[in-house]
């Protein structure tokens, strides 16, 4: 089944309550943690994190794009996160397993995620302890950029390393992912999509969200 993760990064703000409302038909709430250093934006952190945690039953997806997650992970997982994801780019192969292994510890799930110009071949070391895997399809940092379908060789590589190994491993998308590109997604491997301003500049947020999970 196809799950849907409405990146709150293209929400209102000022009204982050009322719009994770909005998108209660989705399956995770995907919350992009960016630190001004590993990507030039700063976003929102482990405070908001907390906050957004009784808001909703959905689980919530954050994204890290923080130079070396090992030293926060435990606060995130502490704050209310389900699913926490590191950059493989982020920092050393050694603290990258390390920051997978908090996350494991406190009970959550944990996965990495490739930049558009990471090969691959960079989850190998980590597949076998991901819940999730996280291919960026638009360079991390600012939203509303247009999808890259040239990654799809590197979604359906993963997959296909998913697959091999029999793990139980969910693969996500996240860029430019809208009803115009679900398909290719889906196609390549992908079972979670990353949907923003898809969402969010819907006049109909529950049926884009139908129509992208397809």
Request: net charge negative.
């Amino acid at each position: 089944m196809v799950k849907i993760s409405p990146s709150i990064l293209s929400a209102d703000f000022a009204n982050l309550a009322r719009d994770i409302a909005k998108i209660a038909s989705a399956d995770y709430v995907h919350v992009d943690v960016m630190d001004g250093l590993f990507v030039p934006n700063i976003t929102i952190g482990i405070p908001v994190v907390k906050a957004l945690r009784p808001t909703t039953t959905l689980p919530l997806d954050v994204h890290l794009m923080i130079d070396r997650p090992l030293r926060y992970v435990e606060q995130f997982c502490d704050a209310g996160a389900d699913i926490v994801t590191c950059h493989v780019e982020a920092d050393t192969e050694e603290n990258i397993r390390a920051a997978l292994d908090k996350i494991h510890a406190k009970g959550k799930k944990a996965g990495v995620v490739v930049k558009p110009k990471t090969p691959a071949e960079a989850v190998l070391p980590f597949l076998d302890v991901c819940d999730i895997v996280l291919v960026m399809t638009v360079e991390p940092g600012f939203g509303g950029q247009s999808f890259m379908a040239d990654m799809m060789p590197k979604v359906a590589q993963i997959r296909a390393w998913i697959d091999e190994r029999g793990l139980a491993c969910e693969l996500e998308v996240d860029g430019g992912v809208g009803p115009k590109t679900r398909d290719v997604c889906i196609e390549a491997g992908a079972n979670v999509l990353v949907a923003g301003s898809a969402v969010y500049g819907a006049e109909d947020i529950p049926a884009r969200i139908k129509e992208l999970r397809g």
